[in-house]
């Protein structure tokens, strides 16, 4: 606990300035964590399947530093990545097959991909800087509220095969808490004038309720994972916290989710 505590108290400002900066800090950033989370996934992996690791680290810097956010450049991108990748399992067919060609395709879209949406969030031309903190308000303040409800008044289990502790009051606590945490935060953007949008407080709630069920999804799959190759955690990058895909889980899920949220409520306000 100790450790988690001092954890927190170092990465909670520092993660603050990286998303309050940006721009590139933030990509940079991000590239980091990318793939560390990466390596991780594959690490686990590679207990069951044979992942072609260089092939994914070389598309994923790739995409990082040339490609990421030209969505123009997608399609190509894709395209070269999986004819790589077929290209080794016909150079290298003695080490590799077609479930490892998916699983390292699948690592890279899985960690670099989703958790590069908190740049377009941060970016979006709409009051991205303010966006941005409903994907971890929705996210981690859900996990926190889904915790003390769980702890209180938890007694049926959501997922005893995967996750043991979580229940399914514990499960909707973090629901609940990721829309008041969120319509909170929407109020204090109107009170302090940051955003002239007047149902901002509502539209942050619905997407902290939804971005709560998305991080619990998100978490619970990362379960499923470390539960298939029997591992307790992906590594231990932070301290009393695990790996980077074991503190970042669910924000793989939120991230896309709250990006997708904003472009729907623009379109049909």
């Not at 793939?35 to 044979?50: L, Q």
């Not at 890279?108 to 031309?125: A, D, G, K, N």
């Not at 941005?132 to 095969?161: C, M, N, Q, R």
């Not at 069920?213 to 470390?226: C, F, R």
Request: aromatic share 18%.
């Amino acid at each position: 606990m100790r450790l988690r505590i001092i954890t927190s108290i170092i990465g909670i400002p520092l993660l603050l300035g990286i998303v309050i900066l940006g721009g590139e800090v933030l990509k940079i950033s991000l590239g980091f964590i990318s793939i560390v989370g990466m390596y991780e996934f594959y690490k686990a992996m590679d207990i069951k399947v044979n992942t072609i690791k260089f092939v994914g680290y070389f598309f994923a810097l790739i995409f990082i530093f040339f490609i990421f956010p030209n969505t123009q450049l997608y399609f190509i991108f894709f395209i070269c990545f999986l004819f790589s990748l077929f290209l080794s399992i016909i150079f290298f067919h003695k080490k590799y097959n077609i479930i490892d060609v998916g699983v390292t395709f699948i690592g890279f879209v899985y960690v670099c991909i989703l958790l590069f949406f908190i740049i377009q969030v941060r970016e979006y031309t709409l009051h991205g800087e303010f966006f941005v903190w409903l994907i971890f308000i929705s996210a981690w303040g859900s996990d926190t509220a889904a915790y003390f409800t769980g702890l209180s008044i938890g007694k049926h289990k959501l997922s005893p095969e995967l996750s043991p502790n979580k229940t399914i009051e514990g499960s909707l606590g973090g629901v609940i808490g990721g829309a008041l945490l969120s319509f909170i935060y929407g109020h204090i953007c109107i009170y302090f004038e940051y955003i002239p949008i007047s149902n901002f407080p509502i539209m942050c709630a619905i997407i902290g309720g939804i971005g709560a069920v998305a991080s619990q999804l998100g978490d619970l799959t990362a379960s499923s994972i470390k539960r298939y190759v029997k591992i307790k955690d992906y590594g231990n990058l932070f301290p009393g916290h695990g790996g980077v895909l074991d503190r970042f889980d669910s924000i793989l899920f939120t991230a896309p989710l709250v990006y997708y949220l904003i472009i729907l409520y623009k379109f049909l306000f």
